[in-house]
């Protein structure tokens, strides 16, 4: 079956603009994760989304940063203001049920570059 | 608050055992995995450990975990080329909580 799917796969932007990023987890899966990965460093946690409770946001690196999952599916990630810091590479994982002793599946990545 | 961490760069020999040491932080840590992630591909979980479990194998991977130390290693025997990749080690209290990665050990298996 399908796994979980991202969009874009490239993002060059200018710093300043704002840039929205999609992520489609596995049919059924009921968590969702956001991370980031930037060059030579591990994986940042971002937000956590399960079912319908309010999403762990403590991971966002500050207020430009912010998501949202409408119907408990689909995933938005959206950067205000970009900066060059941004640049990264952002990854998109689900579960079926949020259980640590899940495997989160990860998405190829959105590599996201600012100028 | 919590960290991981994980010497970044490791290589070994073909046909040699590997052996990627992770230490974390969180004594309150429940579930301790580690992950892999090949070049141009996303990342994959290999295995996951309980804190009340010393030692899981599967097949060519063991996991040890000194909680005392609170340090968790990945061997992989007889290790091939396919193996090459960069190895992440990431714990979790619990469902409700984040996962935390480490930043990954480069594992580089010479022929």
């Known amino acids: 079956g399908a796994g979980v799917s991202q969009s874009p796969s490239n993002k060059v932007t200018e710093k300043g603009k704002d840039v929205e990023l999609r992520c489609d987890p596995i049919?059924?899966?009921?968590?969702l994760y956001w991370y980031r990965q930037s060059l030579g460093q591990g994986l940042e946690f971002l937000i956590y989304?399960?079912?319908?409770?309010?999403?762990?946001k403590s991971g966002l690196p500050s207020d430009r940063f912010s998501a949202e999952r409408t119907g408990g599916s689909v995933s938005t990630l959206t950067i205000q203001r970009t900066q060059q810091e941004d640049s990264a590479v952002y990854l998109c994982a689900s579960s079926p049920g949020g259980l640590a002793e899940e495997t989160q599946y990860f998405g190829p990545g959105t590599r996201l570059l600012v100028l | 608050g919590e960290d991981v961490e994980q010497s970044l760069f490791l290589s070994v020999r073909e046909g040699d055992s590997s052996v990627i040491n992770c230490t974390y932080t969180d004594s309150s840590s429940t579930y301790l995995y580690w992950y892999k992630q090949e070049p141009g591909a996303g990342l994959q979980l290999l295995t996951y450990i309980f804190s009340n479990m010393d030692m899981k194998q599967d097949q060519r991977l063991t996991v040890l975990l000194n909680k005392k130390d609170k340090h968790l290693s990945l061997r992989i025997a007889d290790t091939q080329t396919g193996d090459s990749a960069i190895y992440f080690c990431a714990e979790r209290e619990t469902s409700y909580d984040k996962v935390i990665f480490g930043p990954g050990t480069s594992l580089s298996v010479i022929p």
């Open positions: 989304f399960q079912g319908n409770s309010a999403p762990d």
């Open positions: 049919s059924g899966h009921t968590a």
